[in-house]
């Protein structure tokens, strides 16, 4: 991860990945594609107070694991990813779709996974939340929840 020298320095680091998608688009996915796996990257507290993506409608449950935590980036993130997919059998060809609040954490997930060999890594760049809104609000310019996609709250 790039190393901030003062707040508000840090910028995303470059790095492959399969791109930037929609939440939208993430949907028709894994509404169409048996393979296709939903990996949410937030943190327990997201998860609880601002709710979960619901899949029960296609038949398929997310992959729920945090990418950071109050104590930093989770240092067995990719390990346990790597795990969970294989427990599900899921192929390294296998189309992942990774979400966050708005699409800063599950683009570095993207990336780190790409670089374990996974070949079809998309972010999902509108995240659960979508962009800020004029007053800096979340949840009505675009994401998961602003689209009008199936979730559920905890």
């Not at 003062?6 to 169409?32: F, I």
């Not at 890594?121 to 939340?129: L, M, S």
């Amino acid at each position: 991860m790039a190393e901030a020298t003062k707040p508000g320095d840090w910028q995303m680091p470059d790095g492959d990945y399969a791109g930037d998608v929609l939440a939208a688009e993430a949907w028709q996915a894994l509404s169409g594609d048996p393979k296709a796996v939903l990996i949410d990257v937030r943190t327990q507290i997201e998860w609880t107070l601002i709710g979960k993506p619901n899949l029960a409608g296609i038949d398929k449950e997310p992959v729920f694991l945090q990418w950071l935590s109050a104590g930093g980036v989770n240092k067995d993130f990719l390990p346990e990813l790597e795990a969970a997919l294989a427990e599900r059998g899921v192929a390294k060809e296998a189309p992942l779709y990774f979400m966050c609040q708005s699409g800063g954490r599950s683009k570095m997930a993207a990336m780190q996974l790409t670089e374990r060999g996974f070949t079809a890594c998309y972010n999902v760049a509108d995240g659960f939340e979508g962009e800020l809104d004029d007053h800096r609000h979340r949840n009505s310019v675009n994401g998961w929840k602003a689209s009008g996609l199936p979730w559920f709250q905890t």
